[in-house]
């Protein structure tokens, strides 16, 4: 996590920093001979524009339909049947806000973890690391990303 951190400081602000990091990702062998491979968990983040964190109409419509779970993590947590978002303000403690936030995102495969305990899995799980990643880039005392935390209802 240290060099993946350190590798996001330095792109904040480029191009490349837009483009999605990835962290982790989990393969899986689908037949005996390991000539067929599944990617199965995927964890990325990269940098985007403040505005992104902002909740969208379509995703409030989405969280209304029981289509996404929101959570009161980052500037905005949200949790699907196939992944998660965190969007989380990233400034060291004493440094100018910019205007950019970082964005967090879990995709898995596992459709087997549904309904509210799948979402409540994979946005935990997301959690974990955006904070580990945050308190790399001494942002985690402004970042909102509690141990604990509760789906908004």
């Known amino acids: 996590m240290e060099s993946?951190?350190?590798q996001l400081q330095k792109i904040k602000g480029a191009p490349q920093g837009q483009e999605e990091q990835e962290v982790c990702r989990l393969i899986t062998e689908v037949d005996r001979d390991g000539k067929?491979?599944?990617l199965i968990v995927a964890v990325s983040f990269w940098w985007s524009e403040n505005e992104?964190?902002?909740?969208?109409?379509?995703?409030?419509?989405?969280?209304?339909?029981?289509?996404?779970?929101?959570?009161?993590?980052g500037a905005r947590g949200e949790a699907r049947d196939n992944g998660a978002a965190i969007y989380f303000p990233?400034?060291?403690?004493?440094?100018?806000?910019?205007?950019?936030?970082?964005s967090g995102n879990l995709w898995?495969?596992?459709?087997?973890?549904?309904?509210?305990?799948?979402?409540?899995?994979?946005?935990?799980i997301l959690n974990a690391?955006?904070?580990?990643?945050?308190?790399?880039?001494?942002?985690?005392d402004t970042a909102n990303l509690p141990e604990t935390f509760h789906k908004v209802t």
């Open 108 to 124: 898995t495969a596992n459709t087997k973890l549904t309904g509210q305990a799948g979402r409540n899995a994979r946005i935990t």
């Open 36 to 38: 067929e491979r599944r």
């Open 90 to 102: 990233c400034s060291p403690r004493n440094a100018p806000k910019d205007g950019t936030v970082l």
């Open 4 to 6: 993946f951190s350190s």
């Open 52 to 73: 992104l964190a902002k909740p969208h109409p379509e995703i409030t419509e989405q969280a209304k339909s029981g289509k996404l779970t929101r959570y009161d993590l």
């Open 129 to 140: 690391a955006a904070r580990k990643i945050a308190r790399q880039l001494d942002c985690l």
